[in-house]
């Protein structure tokens, strides 16, 4: 895994995905933190965390479209899947490897708090309330845009796909609100992302909603390890 894990790392750079990533997003969450903190003289940083919660459905796609992807359309997946490695650590490398850019853009909010830490007191709780939520929402987004990108040979076609899948499980919170079906609703409360993510934002810390992110990252790479063993036994 570390080897993968090592190799997907220098790719992110080497194809330069890395540096639009990151650039984008630090633009993003410099103009929020601007906006709802400075420019309000706030200390509070969940504004800015809800505002990047679209920021990240529309980036994560970007940072996994072509990890499995680009392995099935320049034909090295069988040389992968052949590999005497298991097939949980070639899904787990490359999504560890996404996660740590995530993470390495998120960590800027430390250095806004720095910042606000210079004009004020930092509500420290809240901002490590809000930067774990983010985290979650990130290790299980990543893991719908792997599995995605595990389908296909095309890169846009994973990133739009990606974007699409990600945007239907922000809009269940939008269904939920407006039908009258109550089993529809009780089902679109219990698979809604965003609500379980504004409620970190908000400051409530909820386990259950902890365990529903990290049962979906690990329900995605468990369907994309399925999918890369149907393609090493057809």
């Not at 909820?206 to 369907?223: D, E, G, P, R, T």
């Amino acid at each position: 895994m570390g080897a993968i894990y090592r190799r997907e790392m220098g790719a992110f750079f080497t194809s330069g995905i890395a540096y639009v990533y990151l650039s984008v997003y630090f633009f993003l969450s410099g103009l929020f933190f601007f906006n709802y903190t400075l420019n309000l003289a706030s200390t509070d940083t969940s504004p800015v965390f809800n505002s990047l919660f679209l920021v990240v459905l529309f980036l994560i796609p970007v940072l996994t479209m072509r990890l499995l992807s680009e392995e099935k359309k320049n034909k090295t997946d069988q040389g992968l899947l052949t590999a005497p490695v298991s097939l949980w650590s070639i899904v787990l490398g490359k999504y560890f490897a996404a996660l740590t850019l995530f993470i390495i853009a998120e960590s800027l909010i430390f250095v806004y708090a720095a910042i606000l830490a210079f004009y004020g007191s930092v509500a420290w709780a809240s901002l490590l309330g809000n930067y774990f939520a983010m985290l979650l929402l990130g290790a299980a987004f990543i893991a719908v845009g792997v599995f995605i990108s595990s389908l296909t040979e095309n890169q846009m076609a994973a990133a739009v796909i990606s974007f699409l899948a990600l945007l239907i499980l922000y809009l269940f919170d939008m269904l939920s609100a407006n039908v009258d079906i109550e089993w529809v609703k009780k089902a679109c409360d219990a698979l809604s992302f965003y609500s379980r993510y504004t409620e970190f934002t908000m400051g409530l810390f909820n386990l259950s909603s902890v365990v529903f992110y990290l049962s979906a990252a690990f329900l995605f790479n468990f369907f994309t390890v399925r999918v890369l063993e149907k393609r090493r036994w057809s």
